[in-house]
């Protein structure tokens, strides 16, 4: 299996940045890590192994990508509005840096947006405001709206809100689209979500898929049993769900 260490000095985000590509050829899957994970933690936790077959035969093209979640939404010692500012700021990153090498190393016009945990709301969260870039979106144990507290897991934004803030979090600003270039290539993405059912995510799970509802834009939705909230769990749903 193909596998490639890149690393840059990324101008959006004035710091080195690194990523791994594992593959040749096929369909390119924006990997998006779990809370706080660096680019290695999908290989560290034979992820990518349970989807050599299909790296290997030349089906997809995986970019695991670093976090900045320290300088985001984990970073406490920032105001909030700086938080959702820096994050920003790492989605110009992914836009104007890693899709300029996705196209040189991969002329494959297809690309998924996938992630487990944290990295499932990035993945969504792109997918959802740039849907004409992809074709298909994979969201695992996921949450979609960084403001709701739940259990151990608190608001990230610490009740801070405007514009930025809502227009990141997919539970708040999908239900409010009326654009229907927007909506209408919305529901041109293959859309899957998966998330255990003890999993204190699934409520957030389940308001997207009202939302989805509403809106009529076609997806599929699957309850694993137990919290499923593990990279031994991720392991199972890539190999059926990318």
């Known amino acids: 299996m193909k ?15 690194e990523l791994l590509v594992f593959g040749h050829a096929g369909a ?8 706080m994970g660096r680019f290695y933690d999908y290989e560290n936790w034979r992820v990518i192994k349970a989807l050599e077959e299909k790296i290997e035969n030349g089906y997809l093209q995986i ?39 996705m196209e ?29 870039l992809f074709c298909k979106v994979v969201g695992m144990s996921g949450r979609y709206d960084l403001t709701i507290s739940k259990g151990y897991y608190g608001d990230l934004l610490e009740g801070y809100h405007n514009d930025y803030v809502y227009f990141n979090m997919p539970n708040q600003y999908l239900k409010n ?22 999993d204190l995510f699934l409520e957030s799970n389940y308001h ?3 939302i989805f509802d509403e809106k009529q834009i ?11 909230h593990r990279a031994k769990y991720w392991r199972k749903m890539v190999a059926i769900y990318l």
């Open 28 to 35: 390119k899957v924006l990997f998006f890590p779990p809370r």
């Open 63 to 101: 970019y695991c990508l670093d976090s900045i979640d320290t300088e985001t939404f984990y970073n406490n010692f920032v105001h909030p509005g700086h938080r959702i500012y820096r994050h920003n700021q790492y989605e110009n990153y992914i836009l104007s840096e890693v899709f300029p090498l």
């Open 177 to 198: 689209v009326n654009d229907e270039v927007l909506i209408e290539n919305i529901a041109k993405l293959d859309i899957i979500l998966a998330v255990g059912k003890e």
């Open 208 to 210: 997207l898929r009202t």
């Open 218 to 228: 076609p997806y599929q939705f699957y309850e694993w049993d137990g919290e499923a």
């Open 3 to 17: 596998r490639e260490y890149h690393k840059w000095y990324s101008p959006n985000l004035e710091r080195d940045m």
């Open 104 to 132: 040189e190393l991969n002329n494959n016009p297809n690309i998924i947006s996938a992630g487990c945990s944290l990295g499932s709301y990035h993945a969504v969260n792109i997918a959802m405001r740039h849907p004409e």
